[in-house]
């Protein structure tokens, strides 16, 4: 805009100076002809001034494009720099969540390493454990698998004095609890156990009869008096409670007696019922 005004004053100027040499050339004769090449210069430089004002113009025009164009980019780069400080934002969360989340994958990490550990620890633990519980179920299952049955190989009797019947012929001694040394049953665990014995007698004249202790404690008693020498079998059974290591017998009184053949016809059985507290 400065530009076309300037460009007017300009032509103004040189319009008066055409108008002032005009007069002068009027008066002299000799600068007419100078008049006319200076209408030549003045209309050559307004046409050249006008293709100037066109040029101008479109300049301008293209000028305010550009400013429309250089205003919507300046627009467009506001927002894109507002998205991009967005984005920075947003990035800088997921990084920070990014660390957060490192950090509890570390923990975890460490975390796991303990339960490996751990793991390892309760394994070796439950081997020792298994071992263990297998020794003690070998030790329970030969402890609750006590049964025993024996005979007498020769007839007993009679004594000077309560004796113990030493039942020699053993037929089953499963746990080993029975000795057929010495005729005592030793209970290997507390438990109820259950005995049964059966005597027989043939001696006319004479009583046959045993008693079942448990320890130095008589628990009971059978005998027959034989009147007419054949033999007479009686039987007799009991259930008691043993503590671990209480002792069984079977007793004959003295001047008693018990016949035996090749029929074994006196036994003493007992068996483990059920295993219980002391």
Same mark, same amino acid.
């Given at each position: ?8 004053? +300009? ?6 100076? %055409? ?54 980019? !300046? ?25 957060? !989340? ?10 796991? *390493? ?25 030790? !329970? ?20 004095? +309560? ?27 507390? *438990? ?43 039987? *007799?059974? %009991?259930? !008691?409670? +043993? ?26 059985? *007992? ?8």
């Amino acid at each position: 805009m400065k530009r076309t005004v300037t460009v007017t004053f +300009l032509l103004l100027l040189l319009l008066l100076q %055409i108008s002032l040499q005009q007069t002068r050339a009027a008066a002299d004769p000799k600068s007419l002809k100078r008049s006319d090449d200076l209408k030549n210069i003045l209309y050559e430089q307004g046409t050249a001034l006008a293709e100037m004002k066109t040029q101008v113009k479109f300049i301008e025009k293209e000028n305010g494009d550009l400013k429309t164009k250089m205003t919507r980019q !300046i627009k467009r780069s506001r927002q894109t720099e507002s998205q991009l400080e967005s984005l920075k934002k947003e990035m800088a969360a997921q990084l920070s969540e990014v660390s957060v !989340i490192r950090s509890s994958l570390v923990n975890v990490e460490a975390e796991m *390493g303990k339960l490996k550990k751990e793991n390892e620890d309760l394994k070796k633990k439950a081997s020792t454990a298994e071992g263990y519980l297998k020794t003690l179920k070998k030790e !329970i299952t030969e402890k609750l698998q006590v049964v025993f049955s024996a005979g007498l190989s020769a007839s007993v009797g009679p004594l000077s004095g +309560l004796g113990v019947v030493v039942y020699t012929k053993v037929l089953t001694n499963t746990g080993g609890a029975y000795s057929p040394s010495t005729g005592v049953f030793t209970a290997p665990t507390a *438990g109820i156990y259950y005995f049964r014995f059966t005597a027989c007698g043939s001696a006319n004249g004479q009583y046959s009869g045993v008693s079942l202790y448990r320890n130095q404690e008589r628990l009971t008693h059978l005998s027959e008096y034989n009147n007419d020498g054949y033999p007479r079998h009686f039987s *007799g059974g %009991i259930a !008691i409670h +043993l503590s671990e290591g209480d002792a069984v017998t079977v007793r004959l009184p003295s001047s008693y007696r018990l016949y035996e053949d090749s029929y074994t016809r006196n036994i003493f059985s *007992g068996f483990l019922l059920f295993p219980m507290n002391s």
